[in-house]
């Protein structure tokens, strides 16, 4: 069995965050492991509280992890601010941790901020040169790139703009266009370097919390599995919009999606 980590914030309405990556990681056969940076008080309809995890004892949890149940692959996603973000990187550096993918969690789908302000520049300079695959939003690439992103034009420079100062792989999610849905792919390797496009379509359902978290964790789960970044994405992909399609309804905001459709439908 594959082995995944998720280091993340809590959601304890389970839509989002570790709550959501584990049972993406389950729905794909393998086993879920977490370090939890940050406890929320959210659900559908926003966030309402935060409380952040000692940056020693989020060491103290990727040391136990790492000791003992070495991970295939590793998703990030909430850290919230920069001493959690530098001792992420210390440990994962330590360990020579591999199959990193990085979402940079900085707005809930229900808007509430995630990420401080001073924990940008961390990211960028601490965690993001750590990772295989980066899974910016259309509003988080945006702030990495420093401009507005409006077109698919715009996530290919965009993409390009961020590529000059982080040389792993990027995925601009395109769910924020009025034009479509589609997602690019810029992919970095020593030596190659390839454009991607992955086309989508609107799914008519307002229920979406957690899809960037469930998207991130797939692809962790299918780099895990040995799969090269675009058959990674295209999968974790193909199961967020099952998830979407299930048509799960809870919740009185943005409800979570049914991240075990697969299971429970066949």
């Known amino acids: 069995m594959k082995k995944v980590l998720s280091i993340a914030g809590s959601d304890c309405s389970g839509g989002a965050g570790i709550q959501a990556d584990i049972k993406t990681i389950i729905a794909h056969g393998s086993y879920a492991m977490t370090v939890i940076t940050v406890l929320t008080a959210q659900n559908t309809t926003g966030v309402y509280g935060i409380a952040e995890v000692a940056n020693s004892f989020v060491e103290n949890q990727l040391e136990c992890v790492f000791a003992d149940i070495f991970p295939d692959a590793v998703k990030i996603g909430m850290v919230y601010n920069a001493a959690i973000i530098k001792s992420i990187a210390r440990k994962l550096k330590q360990h020579q941790a591999h199959n990193i993918v990085l979402d940079p969690v900085m707005v809930a789908t229900s808007g509430g901020r995630l990420l401080s ?54 995925l601009i ?47 962790a789960c ?11 994405v295209k999968k974790a992909k193909d199961y967020v919009s099952g998830a979407l399609l299930a048509h799960l309804d809870l919740g009185n905001g943005s409800g979570p999606l049914d991240h075990g459709f697969q299971m429970t439908r066949g």
Not at 175 to 203: C, R, T
Request: glycine share 8%; net charge negative.
């Open 222 to 232: 299918n780099l895990a599995a040995g799969d090269e970044i675009a058959a990674a």
């Open 173 to 219: 999610k395109g769910g924020h266009l009025f034009e479509s849905a589609d997602d690019f792919l810029l992919i970095q390797k020593v030596g190659y370097g390839e454009e991607i496009w992955f086309p989508g379509i609107k799914i008519d359902n307002p229920n979406t919390h957690g899809t960037g978290c469930t998207l991130s964790s797939a692809i």
């Open 117 to 170: 302000d001073d924990s940008i520049e961390s990211l960028k300079t601490a965690l993001m040169p750590l990772a295989d695959l980066i899974t910016p939003n259309i509003p988080e690439a945006e702030c990495l790139c420093g401009f507005a992103i409006h077109s698919r034009a715009d996530m290919v420079r965009a993409a390009k703009e961020i590529a000059k100062t982080y040389e792993g792989s990027i």
